[in-house]
């Protein structure tokens, strides 16, 4: 199974940004479908965010055009730009890879945002 490290979580204010990362442990990376998940107080996880092998992304509703997907497979990392912050986005947010049915996850990382 892949391991995933992810930073980037913290503390911001309504309207701010932030970038998390998540860096995986295996030179295949270019290979996989990688994404984003949270978890909110009160509510089910969510995919946030996902992009496949060759690029293709999806978002959730409620990030669309504020949350932009990418990945730098030459550092087997995957990232998550999150802009205008509202406190409906805090969360745990938990980054995924998978390949052929296999999934593995990151530790997840807490995103609070503050009025």
């Known amino acids: 199974q892949v391991q995933l490290v992810e930073s980037g979580g913290g503390l911001v204010q309504t ?11 295996t030179i295949l990376f270019k290979l996989y479908n990688i994404g984003w998940y949270r978890q909110s107080p009160g509510q089910e996880r969510e995919l946030v965010a996902s992009m496949t092998e060759v ?16 990945r730098d497979n030459a550092k087997n990392t995957h990232y998550l730009q999150m802009n205008s912050l509202n406190r409906d ?26 009025s």
């Open 15 to 25: 309207g701010g940004s932030l970038t998390l990362s998540c860096t995986a442990s």
């Open 55 to 70: 690029g293709a992304t999806g978002y959730a509703d409620s990030v669309k055009g504020r949350f932009t997907i990418s």
């Open 89 to 114: 986005d805090t969360g745990i947010y938990f980054c995924y890879v998978t390949l052929g049915g296999v999934d593995s996850w990151g530790q997840g990382t807490q995103v609070t945002v503050s």
